[in-house]
């Protein structure tokens, strides 16, 4: 049998469900297909974009499936290439068996993420798009669900393509001033070179402040729930989560290593990290368990600070004031006044006052709660989707999401910052070299630049049939 070495296959869904497809592209692709189906006529007659019911024979001519076939003629197709999609039922045996017959009439399995790496070599979506199909399919929730569609609609690439646009423009200005140089002139002014340098790394910056969240966004908000002994952090983590995850007692240090859980709220995915109790211990577990409670408070990027209305106000400030000397600017606080259910309300107003001068700055907020009865929570909770669910769905704002495309912002912008800090004391070749290192790194983001490293790396992380 003669062999299509550039025709693919592979199953396009999970097993279990009650219709499986299995995706055929490459040259190929529809006379591979016509081989084992039997339709009313031959697909290499078929249109593209029709759909078609026949039969798949097994190789002694008994029927293996009654199936639908989809026909899709280059370069109009995912791949850019010929491709037939057949949806057959979805047992695995069925599936294994049209595989064995299509490999047996010529195709060739794919690869983890050969359709889309083709769909890219083919033209049909830059190196980020393509990467933002794989985050598409894994993500958990809204708000990573929204990340990776506006990354696969293109947002993220005409906004690199925008600033490569502004830099070409800055070069060109350069190139012009190397092509007199004898003369002595300058073409580009410093001052607007200037100004353009500083605008477009102003831009780059913002995207590479945008990880955190983006980062979050797609793997679970860090969320560190963080107090004394006792104050009920491991009852909060129960009562959002909806289950009884951690250990709570009245014993004090009743946690003593981290537990950390997922949870989706409207649409967020938050990691809420349960943390030991914050206090002086002569006990060596106990002191290791506090040592990485501060590392869970230092990593979050949301800080739940319980304090405990029933103790000492005093106590109560000292722990408040403890947790805010740990948190960085760029991290957000939420004091929570707990068992707000034991004492009367003067003392919770009163609570409330003593903190006011540690609120003063924006990103702080002080609710009271009684997360043993469950009050108080729903605020927390809409506190917690309201700031992450419209970082996440602002049309304005890019989140970048992937550790390479942060990492090819973070060279594009220190060869930026050389041109910048350099632009009246080097000369403009050694200039306009750095003004080229930085258009390179950005083109690789979208692919323009690659080689078959990146892309081997890239795609060998996709799932097959993808
Ligand atoms: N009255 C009242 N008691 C609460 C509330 N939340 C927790 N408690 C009680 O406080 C005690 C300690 O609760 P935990 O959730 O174990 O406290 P923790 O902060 O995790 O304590 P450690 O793990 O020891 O640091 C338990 O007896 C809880 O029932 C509340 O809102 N009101
Ligand atoms: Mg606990």
Redesign the pocket.
Known sequence: MEHFDNTICAPATAPGGAIAVIRVSGLHAIRCVDRIFKGRSPLSSARGYSMHFGSILETDGTLLDEVLVSVFRAPRSYTGENAVEIACHGSEYIVSRILALLLQNGAKMAAPGEFTQRAFLHGKMDLSQAEAVADLVTARTRAAHQIAIKQLKGDFSDELSKMREELLHIAALMELELDFSEEDVQFADRTQLRELVEKVLTHIEKLIESFHLGNAIKNGVPVA?V????????????ALLGENR???????????DTIEECCNLDGVLFRFI??????ESTDTIERIGIERAYDKLSAAQLVLA?L?L?APPAEMLASAEDIAAHVSAGQRLIYLL?????VPVETTSSAHRTLAPLLSASNRQCFI?????K?GLEDLRQALVTTYGTLSSGSETTLVANIRHVEALQNAATSLTRVQQSLTTLPTDLLAQDLRESLHHLGTITGEITTDQILGEIFGRFCIGK
């Open positions: 729930i107090g004394n002994t006792n104050v009920g952090k491991s009852t909060l983590l129960n951690a250990i709570v007692s009245d014993i004090a240090g009743t946690t003593r349960d943390t030991a109790g914050l206090r319980l405990d029933t707990n068992k707000a259910d034991a709660l009684s997360a043993r009865e009050v």
